[in-house]
């Protein structure tokens, strides 16, 4: 529509004999097509760390859903729940009702932190901002409150969803340096701008380690919610998604009895490396011995 707006005008321009105008807006035009468009909204490139250049963090509209994820029921719901509650900010707005806006993701690796941020991003059609902790605060010191702020700005710049992975990293940080001024600064710098945010976007911090909620830090956020380890039975799911009509049902159980204790990724990963070797094998099921391996070789890897 902008677009055909600015071609509309530039003729009309034109048709009056304003060249130098129309010309300027047939530039301007053209060079804009390099601009990336997604949905039609355009997205602001995230900002970049002044020292090293580098982004701050990334941005994307990502595609992972829901559905294809294995949670559990109550982390099912919590998160349906606040979909839905999204799509009420108006209504609750008005009434002046706070915005739960702020939420913390904990649990082991490889459990579904990222893939829930991302479905979470794609099911409210935000784009993802995705900014690591310790990629923020490691740079020297002075440029980590600047690059914080010029975060929590670009966060006001749309309705994104921001995730700060690796966030107990900042946990680290009060601990280290407990009598450190500067890092103490900053830190509650992030924690305060964690409190007053109040922006479009919705801020998400996640951490392998539960152990940040011993801290003050678990009461900034409106919704803690837990990503656990799977249970035998959401092992078994993961594996069926990858190995349905691969293999049966029996030997199938047999395999997530193997994988028990360990993250969704592992399955995932062992039913990989299972599918793998039998396509080796030039199998088209996977037997028992192959299984067996994928075990093996997935067992042998540290997960946590
Ligand atoms: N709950 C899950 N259901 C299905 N696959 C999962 C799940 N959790 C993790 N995975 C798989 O493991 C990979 C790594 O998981 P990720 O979401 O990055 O975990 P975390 O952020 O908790 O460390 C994902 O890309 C996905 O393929
Ligand atoms: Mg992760």
């Known amino acids: 529509m902008f677009r055909r707006a600015a071609q509309a005008l530039i003729s009309e321009e034109e048709a009056k004999r ?3 105008l129309a010309r300027e807006l047939t530039r301007l035009l053209a060079s804009s097509s390099s601009v990336t468009m997604f949905d039609g909204p355009e997205i ?14 990334t941005v994307r509209l990502p595609e992972r859903r829901f559905e294809a994820l294995v949670l559990n029921e109550s982390v099912t719901s919590a998160f349906q729940n606040y979909v839905e509650e999204v799509r009420y900010w108006p209504q609750l707005d008005s009434l002046g009702l706070p915005r739960r806006n702020r939420m913390l993701l904990y649990g082991p690796p490889g459990c ?5 941020v991302e479905a979470l991003a794609a099911s409210l059609n935000r784009p993802l901002v995705t900014a690591r902790v310790d990629a923020l605060v490691s740079s020297y010191l002075g440029e980590t409150a600047s690059n914080l702020r010029k975060l929590f700005e670009y966060a006001d710049s749309d309705a994104f969803v921001v995730f700060l992975d690796e966030f107990d990293s900042l946990g680290k940080l009060r601990d280290d340096a407990a009598d450190h001024g500067e890092l103490r600064r900053v830190v509650n710098a992030v924690l305060q701008m964690i409190d007053a945010y109040s922006g479009p976007s919705i801020i998400v911090a996640a951490t392998n380690h539960p152990e940040i909620l011993d801290t003050a830090l678990w009461r900034r956020f409106d919704l803690v919610q837990e990503l656990p380890l799977p249970t035998q039975e959401e092992i078994l799911r993961v594996l069926i998604h990858v190995l349905h009509g691969r293999v049966s049902l029996e030997w199938l159980h047999e395999m997530a009895g193997g994988l028990v204790g360990l993250p969704h990724a592992a399955a995932e990963f062992a039913a990989h490396a299972a599918l793998r070797r039998a396509v080796m094998a030039g199998l088209r099921e996977v037997d028992g011995q192959i299984l067996q391996s994928a075990i093996a070789e997935t067992t042998a890897r540290r997960w946590a």
């Open 18 to 20: 304003h060249t130098t």
């Open 44 to 57: 602001i490139e995230p900002p970049v760390d002044r020292d090293s250049n580098t982004p701050l963090a």
């Open 112 to 116: 579904g932190k990222t893939s829930a």
